[in-house]
């Protein structure tokens, strides 16, 4: 069953601006990790949080980990067009893996 | 090049038929995985192998049948599909299950 539901479904940006969404799940997390996925293409897997860290950053990337609201946001900042794609989340509990839906970010030149 | 290949991209095939998808991941894991990922509807894990075991099988019709000869090869066998099996079926593996994943691009599967 879907535990990790992203939000929002879509987005659309200007080149330069930065990109939040969000992911709530239901249950208790051991982790939890972000995906992108481009048109055509597999997931790629972008960056993971572990239930005991609120904060991680990879490059342009930051995520934040909320366990008491369960959830969890991405931000990605300073967008470009490359950065068009589908943006997974995927909770882990207890080797039960859940991925939502996705957001599709659009970033215009 | 993500080091999981799958094959074929692309499958038409009629709901009598009979045939099967591969993948090979190049990356000395040994997790593999099978998904069904289909328009707006969130990601569906169906089979979780770990060091060639199957661990998990999330209720799939037996109409889908894997198949894990190594740690590096996972196929899925399909017979007798019905139209709402047409989607996009993504093959990943991980070091161990359930660490991050490396997705192939997919096999789009579309049954007449």
């Known amino acids: 069953s879907q535990q990790g539901e992203e939000d929002p479904q879509a987005l659309s940006i200007q080149e330069g601006e930065n990109a939040t969404m969000n992911c709530s799940y239901k249950t208790s997390i051991n982790n939890l990790q972000w995906y992108r996925q481009n048109s055509g293409r597999g997931l790629v897997h972008l960056i993971l949080?572990?239930?005991?860290?609120r904060e991680k950053h990879s490059g342009r990337l930051r995520v934040t980990l909320d366990t008491s609201k369960k959830s969890s946001s991405l931000l990605i900042t300073a967008s470009r067009a490359a950065d068009t794609a589908s943006y997974f989340c995927?909770?882990?509990?207890?080797?039960?893996?859940?991925f939502g839906a996705g957001t599709t970010v659009t970033v215009r030149a | 090049e993500t080091g999981v290949t799958q094959t074929p991209r692309h499958l038409v095939m009629g709901m009598t038929n009979k045939k099967s998808l591969k993948c090979e991941q190049h990356?000395?894991?040994?997790?593999m995985y099978w998904y069904k990922q289909s328009a707006k509807k969130p990601l569906e894990l169906m089979f979780v192998y770990n060091f060639k075991e199957q661990t998990e099988n999330n209720s799939v019709p037996s109409r889908f049948s894997p198949e894990c000869p190594n740690s590096s090869h996972l196929f899925l066998h399909l017979h007798t599909l019905q139209p709402e099996d047409s989607a996009l079926y993504l093959c990943?593996?991980?070091?161990?299950?359930?660490?991050?994943?490396?997705f192939g691009d997919g096999t789009r599967l579309s049954i007449l």
């Open positions: 949080i572990r239930s005991n860290e």
């Open positions: 995927a909770s882990i509990n207890d080797y039960k893996l859940s």
């Open positions: 990943a593996s991980s070091q161990d299950h359930p660490q991050p994943q490396h």
């Open positions: 990356l000395g894991h040994n997790a």
